[in-house]
Nanobody
Framework: QVQLVESGGGLVQPGGSLRLSCAAS????????IGWFRQAPGKEREGVSC????????YYADSVKGRFTISRDNAKNTVYLQMNSLKPEDTAVYYC???????????????????WGQGTQVTVSS
């Protein structure tokens, strides 16, 4: 059974930073591509970033490119999303999810992701 737990969300001012964590248990995270998604109130779920298994290829949505960085720590079985220069429009519940190991190479095919975590709230406000 795949288990994912997101953490690290909170309240931050515009221009601030947060680091989100996606911790996996009962499976090896590096066997999968891991994606970060977000859903703001009244909006559809949006793919933010993903990282492929082993190879480490990454993808970023245009809206976060240059501000967010995805990375992995295989020893801790965890994937991180470092979010810098945060904007109010980044406010959302952030989720991580798994996809086949090399699904995230140059693209982020939303339909291939499953095994969602519970989400962590990010609020960017003055």
């Amino acid at each position: 059974q795949v288990q994912l737990v997101e953490s690290g969300g909170g309240l931050v001012q515009p221009g601030g930073s947060l680091r989100l964590s996606c911790a996996a248990s009962r499976f090896t995270l590096d066997y999968y591509s891991i994606g970060w998604f977000r859903q703001a109130p009244g909006k559809e779920r949006e793919g933010v970033s993903c990282i492929s298994s082993s190879l480490g290829s990454t993808y970023y949505a245009d809206s976060v490119k240059g501000r967010f960085t995805i990375s992995r720590d295989n020893a801790k079985n965890t994937v991180y999303l470092q979010m810098n220069s945060l904007k109010p429009e980044d406010t959302a519940v952030y989720y991580c999810s798994t996809a086949p190991r090399h699904a995230c190479i140059a693209t982020m095919p939303t339909a291939l992701f499953g095994s969602w975590g519970q989400g962590t709230q990010v609020t960017v406000s003055s």
